[in-house]
């Protein structure tokens, strides 16, 4: 059933539908919000409020787009502004916190090195970069949709995300 | 300052080219182009570099992936989802029955009828509304040479024969005809129109 069918049935009032539509998108969402907040449980806090939010709205889904790409439009506002929040309050000093409460790095698990690098650096892109990396590699949308996501042009985005991984394989290789 | 050029139409080149070097990495070129790209690539150590690296880093980005569990996690979720969703009133109740999910045209032209309408009242009023004041009255009586200019002069000359659009609106002035009758559409939509203008 594609996702259209289920969408015009949840608004039709078969409520339950909208279970098959989490369970075939949930993921890509969490990867999309994993990759912008490079947390789980935040990850899992935008899954969530995203699904609420686009079943709130779903009538304004026009169908000009795929759900998916709808849905992860969606997921990229909510991750930006959990990110927002989360930058602003961490305004306490890291010489307030306590040792013990600090993140340990783990220096005997060599085989993460490389994840954990990646996440870092996708992190430190220029944000229309990280949103083009996110949503392409992360969700797989098609640079059709990540434009008009954007309100960018395609070339616009497909220049973007060159740009973010010359930059991306520049970094790792230069950098630790 | 020959290589400072060739350089810089390389650098121009590749610019141009950045958009289809993503295409080329992701197999969707056709053969020409493909074959046009590659021989460019023959050429452009940087560009065969950038098509290594959309190639690679996107591959190891996804290899990066850390799914947060197993099926148990996924259901987890999906029941706290479907747990709020419950909470929610149908998306839909607002909206008479079936008619929730269409595809929409542009939001202006929910506008359209009450645009008409509105384009209707101006002519309306534009039509109706006096003559503006004579091109004479504006014209400083100030001396011959002001009055010698080619520009004025013609402006005084044509008055009498081809002024047209002054010779129309005291036409349309002393016409008595009525106005192109509304439909009920075009009505209605003045009535809102006019409704939002009292309040």
Not at chain 1, 28 to 56: K, M, P, S
Not at chain 1, 120 to 132: D, F
Not at chain 2, 59 to 80: S, T, V
Not at chain 2, 175 to 196: K, T
Request: proline fraction near 6%; hydrophobic fraction near 45%.
């Amino acid at each position: 059933v594609e996702d259209a069918t289920l969408v015009a049935a949840v608004l039709a009032g078969r409520r339950e539908c909208f279970e098959t539509l989490v369970e075939r998108h949930q993921r890509t969402v969490h990867a999309l919000a994993y990759r912008w907040l490079d947390d789980h449980a935040a990850a899992d806090e935008v899954v969530q409020a995203t699904f609420l939010q686009a079943y709130t709205h779903l009538v304004d889904f026009r169908g000009e787009a795929s759900f998916r790409s709808w849905l992860c439009g969606i997921a990229l506002n909510q991750a930006r502004t959990q990110r927002r929040a989360r930058q602003r309050a961490r305004t306490v000093s890291l010489d307030e916190v306590p040792e013990a409460a600090l993140p340990q790095v783990d220096a005997s698990a060599p085989e993460t090195e490389l994840r954990d690098r990646l996440r870092r650096l996708v992190g430190e892109l220029p944000p229309r970069q990280r949103a083009v990396v996110t949503l392409r590699v992360g969700s797989d949308l098609s640079f059709r949709d990540i434009a008009r996501l954007e309100g960018i042009s395609e070339n616009s985005a497909k220049v973007s995300y060159h740009h973010a991984v010359t930059r991306l394989r520049t970094w790792l290789r230069g950098r630790g | 300052m020959a290589a400072g050029a060739g350089l810089m139409w390389r650098g121009w080149t590749c610019r141009r080219l950045s958009g289809r070097l993503v295409d080329l990495a992701d197999g969707t070129l056709d053969a020409a182009e493909r074959s046009r790209l590659t021989s460019h690539l023959a050429r452009c150590s940087d560009c065969a570099a950038a098509v290594a690296a959309l190639q690679d880093v996107p591959a190891l980005l996804r290899e990066a992936e850390d799914p947060p569990g197993g099926e148990g996690f996924w259901r987890a979720q999906r029941d706290a989802i479907m747990q709020g969703v419950r909470g929610l009133p149908p998306p839909a109740a607002s909206l008479p029955h079936g008619r929730g999910y269409r595809a929409r045209g542009p939001g202006w032209m929910a506008w359209a009828p009450a645009l008409a309408a509105a384009a209707v009242v101006v002519a309306a009023v534009v039509l109706r509304a006096p003559p503006p004041a004579p091109e004479r009255a504006v014209v400083p009586a100030t001396g011959v040479e002001t009055l010698d200019d080619p520009t004025l002069l013609s402006l005084s000359d044509l008055a009498g024969s081809s002024m047209p659009d002054v010779e129309r609106g005291a036409d349309v002035l002393e016409d008595d005809r009525p106005l192109p009758e509304l439909s009920n559409d075009e009505l209605d939509a003045l009535a809102q129109l006019v409704g939002v203008r009292e309040r």
